[in-house]
């Protein structure tokens, strides 16, 4: 307390001594002494009516609700792109197997001709087969014809072989 008396002395010093003297009481003098300039006092605000609040209510209600909506529609239009483009990008990725399957199809298709154009048909396998055939029966007439030759000759040779083993020739 002693401490706030004495830095209130200083201040009571230093304002003009009439002041000093004349502290409670309000004369003339004191009246007539400049008072600092406080500003303009605000005029009186006008009661906002109900009919104009409501309205401006509405409006702010209304544009804060138009704003959210379309802000849910944006992020609803990004994920709607989002989700087209990933589709694009897979229908693009199964476009470029079909492709290579449709290549590799017609590759094999293009060797399958080359091997048809090559390759014997039935009529002609049936004919080959007829010949083979004729061929064969032919071979087994000529051997037939062969063993009754070999063996005409083994009845010639065993007939003479016998005729000279009863003669006895002495030279």
Partial sequence: MASLASRALPLVRTQPSRISTRLLSTTRVARQEATPNLGTVPPAKKPVGAFRGGIVGFLFGFSLASSLAAYHLLEEYKLASAALQASVEELQTSTQKVSAHVRRIEAVEKDLK?????????????RVRAEMKKLYDGLHVEFLDLRAHVWGIQEDVHALSKKNSTTVRLV
């Fill in 114 to 126: 080359a091997l048809s154009e090559s390759s014997a048909t039935k009529e002609d396998i049936s």
